[in-house]
């Protein structure tokens, strides 16, 4: 059943190619899109339903065609224990996506452009999921960058076109050097078959060119996860970009840099891992602080989230760093898990955003349970999912992820990975801590009739400005204050709770949330013998 | 003594002068009257395509043909001009683009200022040249070729009267390339007085038998001689420090020039050096192979800094096609550790940029009947009222950034970076690496421009001429695209 791959990558390229057609415009666009990406998840759920979960280690459902003889590239697809839950996540929150454009069409007009290019950048992210040779990986990973740069410069907020120009130069940097680190591998093994090399286990390749390329291939990956400090163009992007980019952005494409740690950079590279692995360790939980304080800072919802986001991708680098099966298995958890939670997250800061005209906390006031309880109790369960709750699919990639530092592989410094641990653990206090101030802020306290219109507050001086000096800075009091103080404007009228098309976009993500945080084993199963297969540690690579 | 001469191994060059000549009659007796230019481009046109049939009939036929040899009295061996896969390869990449800025003139001269019958004869003449310099294995005919590519090029670009810009780029071009030629004749001059020989095969094998020197000083003399001819062809191919005045001249010159300019004579200079350093001064590559590293690295990176202020879209694609330039030179750095590789991996990136090279100035041609001035800001929103253009454009902007979709783009890169990487130049891969993100900024401003909205209506440009070129170009780069192994293999 090869074609069943072909197919994920073949029906959102004809949707997006038949919407060139001049029969597409207006809302007609908005339900075709729904229409491929619903036929593209199905396709994701019948692969999920027919892949062999006896042998989950194994790549199924292979597909290996010679594309550029010249370049030794092969059209190479296949799915294993690791790629399989990315592919169907890829395809669920493609989904949601279109459903949540089909209920609001976009600020920036023009449905049917942004539909065709949603269409490319689901193919680009599918492809790079199931691509299984090196130069397709690498063009599958490039596919993404020019749609997502339109979404973020043509949908996007404000300072949409800096902040996409940001994006794709940054990112484009990390992808070239990931090719140099790629060209390397290929010089010293002379194939591009990951699943060759993957399992030559680093055989034949010097101990020193290891560690060069997966300098190289890492760097060019922890862009797109974002490490710290290589994370600088995420807020912007996240925050510039439409709902739908960022859901995508955060739920997937971050995700494929971390895919390709646990398919390229750790299985082929075993020893430049070992080697940087001490460095990726601390990147990551620098990364853990600093999302988590940068969080604290934030003023704008969409821009905490998205540092929130590089925290949550450290605990995932963290994980990879201990290079242990129970650390790895956190690792692509927790990538499951982050891309559900802040997916639901930016929909639902971006439902917010709608509502109030602004995603600036001061100017949300407080009192959100009250005036929208629907979305303020949806809100509130992402942001305790995501702060880790036991029993909610954040909590199982944290934990792990630090359990697996409490008992890195062989070879690796023990001390030094403790001392990561303490540091990781301090990061999910602090990461409870932002995520509670929020909540506090925005959901509790006084509800404030009027939304103001006009810019938002960007500093604690500014508050001060408007609310004149002796007037303490106090989250609920300056929203309040501010109210009062533009008591003049217009009242806005009542504000819609959630309507129904959100809900059907929102809650396959809080029932997933909820799912994978009370049986973790379903997805631990999965990826288990995979892990151990990538890692050479015997069993499932049969 | 009388030499043979294979006709069927020169026929395309001989097709493509007595169809030049043939221009030039029937400029004459052929009464004026409004439509004849057009008559005289579809002319050229047909001699251009009776070359491409001859040519696929040579490539079908296989085989390496010869002629002009040294007679078997003399020694033997040796030939002028030689007709093999690499041969194939220019004259079609010539013969394809020659196609497209034929095509791009029947749009040009149709507004009056330019004498049609002379701009034909001169274009078929550079293409001749171009033809001939690609087959070219003795240095003579390779210096007397570049020259009959470059001197029609001069008149080309002063050929647009009461022009200042226009004679101002031709005398600029003319300084520039009598001064380039003269370098390179006392290179060439001191390689045969070193070697004893104008043939490429002679002269290799005189430095392969290690005959360092029969006189004292010729290692040194080599040396000079060797960076003598690089400077002669650095000029022509605008590598830095020659590459100053590509951008005046292809902003003053008619756009179909600026597209021959940047393709046509750029090819030749690049298939005069590849010959001279691969197949020449193949074991002199420890002498060369570090200069030429050091130019790629700095062609790629002043080309890429000068074309991010550019306001213009002819100068952003000069300055573009520098950067270009030195994307194609970087693997030719590498001939050393991967000889074989390293000249296919320049050919084939020479190949891939002609065809994404040829759609941006067919469409800047396209939008330049429409506004003059040519500034990128004329494009903005070009996406609405001219989708096809537009998308033309972007996808070859695209490519030239090697980005997806624009695949082609992409694989050249690959390509080069393999060689590169392969010869173990890591820092040169570096360089070219951060210039590949340098050059993405200028190519997805100007993207992004053709799809912001524009308030004020504009005409739609159209010319048949000019869309068949367009099309014939992205066709190509699509077909580049998909299949990059077609390119691949020719050079391989």
């Known amino acids: 059943m090869n074609w069943l791959l072909l197919a994920l990558l073949a029906v959102p390229l004809a949707g997006a190619a038949a919407l060139t057609a001049p029969a597409f415009a207006g809302r007609a666009a908005g339900r075709f899109g729904i229409a491929v990406s619903a036929l593209t998840f199905l396709l994701a759920v019948v692969v999920a339903v027919v892949f062999d979960y006896g042998d989950a280690g194994r790549m199924q459902l292979e597909t290996d065609w010679s594309w550029i003889p010249g370049l030794d590239l092969r059209f190479h697809l296949g799915v294993d224990g690791i790629s399989l839950p990315l592919v169907v996540l890829t395809a669920l929150l493609s989904l949601l996506c279109f459903v949540h454009l089909a209920g609001r069409p976009p600020d920036g007009g023009r449905v049917r452009a942004l539909v065709f290019t949603l269409l490319v950048l689901e193919v680009g992210m599918i492809g790079t999921f199931l691509a299984l040779d090196l130069l397709l990986f690498f063009v599958f990973f490039e596919v993404v960058l020019v749609p997502m740069y339109f979404v973020i410069a043509i949908w996007g907020g404000r300072d949409r076109r800096a902040a996409a120009v940001k994006f794709i130069l940054y990112t484009l940097l990390g992808s070239a050097v990931l090719l140099l680190g790629l060209l390397v591998i290929w010089a010293q093994a002379g194939t591009l078959d990951m699943v060759e090399l993957t399992a030559r286990h680093g055989s034949g390749i010097a101990r020193s060119v290891q560690i060069v390329a997966f300098l190289a291939v890492g760097i060019g990956l922890a862009v797109k996860t974002p490490m710290w400090p290589l994370h600088t163009w995420l807020p912007d992007a996240h925050t510039e970009a439409p709902t739908v980019g960022s859901v995508l952005l955060a739920g997937v494409l971050l995700k494929m840099g971390s895919y390709g740690f646990a398919r390229i950079a750790i299985p082929i590279l075993p020893e430049g891992a070992a080697a940087l692995a001490p460095w990726l360790g601390a990147l990551a939980v620098v990364g853990i602080i600093y999302g988590s304080l940068a969080c604290l800072a934030q003023r704008d919802l969409k821009r905490m989230i998205a540092y929130s986001s590089v925290g949550h991708m450290g605990f995932v680098l963290l994980g990879f760093a201990t290079l242990t099966p129970v650390g790895v298995n956190a690792a692509l958890f927790g990538n499951i898990a982050h891309g559900l939670i802040t997916g639901l997250l930016f929909f639902l800061a971006g439902g917010i955003k709608e509502r109030y005209g602004t995603a600036d906390l001061v100017r949300l006031g407080g009192g959100m349970l009250r005036r929208l309880p629907y979305i303020g109790s949806l809100l509130t369960f992402a942001c305790v999912a995501s702060l880790g709750l036991p029993g909610l699919a954040g909590f199982w990639g944290e934990m792990l992820a630090l359990f697996g530092a409490f008992r890195p592989a062989a070879g690796l410094s023990r001390p030094l990975f403790l001392v990561f641990m303490t540091v990781g653990g301090v990061g999910t206090v602090l990461t409870a801590a932002y995520f509670l101030v929020m909540l506090s802020r925005v959901t509790h306290g006084r509800s404030r009739e009027t939304v103001p219109v006009g810019p938002p507050l960007a500093s604690a001086e500014e508050v001060r400005v408007v609310l004149g000096p002796g007037e303490p800075v106090e989250p609920v009091a300056t929203g309040t204050a501010v109210a009062e103080v533009e008591g003049s404007h217009p009242p806005a009228g009542r504000l819609a709770d959630v309507t129904s098309r959100e809900l059907v976009a929102w809650v396959p993500l809080v029932a997933l949330t909820i799912l994978f945080g009370v049986w973790p084993k379903a997805l631990l199963d999965l990826t288990g013998p995979a892990v151990q297969a990538i890692l050479g540690l015997g069993g499932g690579a049969g | 003594m009388i030499q043979s001469i294979?006709?069927?191994?020169?026929?395309?060059?001989?097709?493509?002068?007595?169809?030049?000549?043939?221009?030039?009659?029937?400029?004459?007796?052929?009464?004026?009257?409004?439509?004849?230019?057009?008559?005289?481009?579809?002319?050229?046109?047909?001699?251009?395509?009776?070359?491409?049939?001859?040519?696929?009939?040579?490539?079908?036929?296989?085989?390496?043909?010869?002629?002009?040899?040294?007679?078997?009295?003399?020694?033997?061996?040796?030939?002028?001009?030689?007709?093999?896969?690499?041969?194939?390869?220019?004259?079609?990449?010539?013969?394809?683009?020659?196609?497209?800025?034929?095509?791009?003139?029947?749009?040009?001269?149709?507004?009056?200022?330019?004498?049609?019958?002379?701009?034909?004869?001169?274009?078929?003449?550079?293409?001749?040249?171009?033809?001939?310099?690609?087959?070219?294995?003795?240095?003579?005919?390779?210096?007397?070729?570049?020259?009959?590519?470059?001197?029609?090029?001069?008149?080309?670009?002063?050929?647009?009267?009461?022009?200042?810009?226009?004679?101002?780029?031709?005398?600029?071009?003319?300084?520039?390339?009598?001064?380039?030629?003269?370098?390179?004749?006392?290179?060439?001059?001191?390689?045969?007085?070193?070697?004893?020989?104008?043939?490429?095969?002679?002269?290799?094998?005189?430095?392969?038998?290690?005959?360092?020197?029969?006189?004292?000083?010729?290692?040194?003399?080599?040396?000079?001689?060797?960076?003598?001819?690089?400077?002669?062809?650095?000029?022509?191919?605008?590598?830095?420090?020659?590459?100053?005045?590509?951008?005046?001249?292809?902003?003053?010159?008619?756009?179909?020039?600026?597209?021959?300019?940047?393709?046509?004579?750029?090819a030749a200079g690049f298939a005069g050096l590849v010959l001279v350093l691969t197949i020449a001064l193949a074991n002199q590559a420890a002498v060369w192979a570090p200069v030429v590293a050091v130019i790629a690295a700095l062609t790629m990176t002043a080309g890429n800094v000068l074309a991010m202020r550019q306001r213009q879209a002819v100068r952003l694609l000069a300055w573009s096609s520098v950067a270009q330039s030195g994307y194609i030179l970087a693997p030719l750095a590498a001939f050393a550790a991967v000889p074989r590789d390293a000249a296919g991996a320049s050919v084939a990136y020479l190949v891939f940029y002609a065809a994404m090279n040829l759609v941006a100035f067919g469409v800047v041609m396209l939008v330049s009947r429409v506004r003059e001035r040519g500034d990128l800001d004329d494009y903005q929103g070009l996406a609405f009222h001219s989708p096809v253009a537009a998308l033309s454009l972007a996808f070859s902007l695209v490519c030239l950034a090697g980005l997806p979709p624009g695949l082609a783009g992409l694989f050249a890169k690959v390509v080069v970076f393999r060689a590169i990487v392969d010869g173990g130049l890591g820092w040169l891969a570096v360089v070219m690496a951060a210039n590949t993100v340098v050059g993405l900024y200028y190519y997805i401003a100007w993207t992004a421009r053709l799809f912001t909205p524009l308030s004020t209506g504009a005409s739609r440009p159209r010319s048949g001429p000019v869309a068949v070129a367009v099309g014939l170009a992205v066709a190509v780069t699509?077909?580049?695209s998909v299949a990059p192994q077609v390119v691949l293999s020719a050079v391989g």
């Not at chain 2, 749009?107 to 310099?133: H, K």
């Open chain 2, 478 to 480: 699509l077909v580049f």
């Open chain 2, 6 to 266: 294979d006709y069927t191994a020169i026929a395309v060059p001989l097709i493509l002068a007595l169809t030049a000549g043939l221009v030039l009659v029937l400029d004459v007796f052929l009464p004026a009257r409004p439509g004849g230019g057009r008559l005289l481009g579809v002319v050229a046109l047909g001699g251009v395509a009776a070359a491409i049939a001859v040519l696929v009939a040579q490539a079908v036929q296989g085989g390496e043909r010869r002629t002009f040899c040294v007679p078997p009295s003399l020694g033997g061996g040796s030939c002028s001009f030689v007709l093999d896969r690499f041969t194939l390869v220019f004259t079609a990449l010539v013969l394809a683009a020659g196609v497209v800025v034929v095509l791009l003139s029947m749009a040009e001269p149709a507004s009056g200022r330019i004498p049609v019958g002379e701009w034909y004869f001169l274009l078929l003449a550079t293409l001749t040249g171009a033809v001939l310099l690609a087959a070219s294995r003795d240095l003579v005919m390779l210096v007397v070729s570049l020259e009959l590519v470059s001197l029609p090029v001069f008149a080309l670009t002063a050929l647009r009267r009461y022009d200042g810009r226009a004679s101002e780029a031709a005398l600029k071009l003319f300084l520039v390339s009598v001064v380039s030629t003269a370098i390179m004749l006392f290179g060439v001059s001191l390689l045969y007085g070193v070697t004893g020989s104008v043939y490429l095969d002679r002269i290799a094998a005189f430095y392969a038998s290690g005959q360092g020197g029969p006189i004292g000083v010729a290692p040194g003399v080599t040396t000079v001689a060797i960076l003598l001819v690089l400077a002669g062809f650095g000029f022509k191919v605008a590598a830095v420090p020659f590459h100053f005045w590509a951008a005046d001249v292809y902003q003053g010159a008619p756009i179909p020039v600026a597209a021959l300019l940047s393709v046509i004579s750029k």
